[in-house]
Every structure is written in C-alpha cells, then in structure tokens.
C-alpha cells in the first residue's frame, strides 16, 4: 500500500501563488497514477491534474490546465502541484490521490487552501 503526505497548503490573496506537495511512500515501486483533487465546501470532490506514473503523460482538469502546473520528482517519488494566479473558487481542501498497478488507491489526509478576496 502506499502512504502519502500533503504539504504547502495555506492562505493566500487572489493573484497569489502556493506549491502544495505530495509526498509517497510504502509500495512506490507499483505506482501507476498519481492525482490531486479538490473539494469545496458543499461541493463534490473533483479532479485537478494528474500524471500517469509509469509514462510522466500529465493530464489536467478543466478549471486548472491554464493556471496550475504538474511535477513530479521521480527519485523522491513526490509530486507537486504549483498553482498560480489563483482565486477565491479554488479554495477547497486539496487531496492527493495514488493508484498502483493493482488498482489500490490511496488518498492523503488534504491540504487547505484559501484565497481571499
């Protein structure tokens, strides 16, 4: 199973920046997908951006493929999620999701972020 570990969270006003990691750990070696999501207060959690492990193919979501970039640091078997130019409907608890190549997800325990107006 894997374990992971959000960090970089925080309040931040509109226009502002934060870098949120994700950090795994556990069975790294049968990672086949990493992902972070979100959560609104009242909403349903919806996908961000993700990277397929095994190829490094990124994919992102509606609200973010403009103003967030994907990364990942394969050696410390981290991802990261930079977030720029943000606003006041991206705050929301962000959480980091891992699925292995035997279909085990895992999801950390989020990170907060919001931007005030």
């Known amino acids: 199973q894997v374990q992971l570990a959000e960090s970089g969270g925080g309040l931040v006003q509109s226009g502002g920046s934060l870098r949120l990691s994700c950090a795994a750990s556990?069975?790294?070696?049968?990672?086949?997908?990493m992902a972070w999501y979100r959560q609104a207060p009242g909403k349903e959690r919806a996908f961000v951006s993700g990277?397929?492990?095994?190829?490094?193919?990124?994919r992102y979501g509606y609200s973010s493929k403009d103003r967030f970039t994907l990364s990942r640091d394969v050696a410390e078997t981290t991802l990261f999620l930079q977030m720029n130019s943000l606003q006041p409907e991206d705050t929301a608890t962000y959480y980091c999701k891992a699925e292995t190549e035997y279909c085990d997800n895992s999801w950390g325990h989020g990170s907060m972020v919001t931007i005030s107006s």
């Open positions: 990277i397929r492990w095994t190829t490094g193919n990124i």
């Open positions: 556990g069975s790294t070696f049968s990672l086949y997908d």
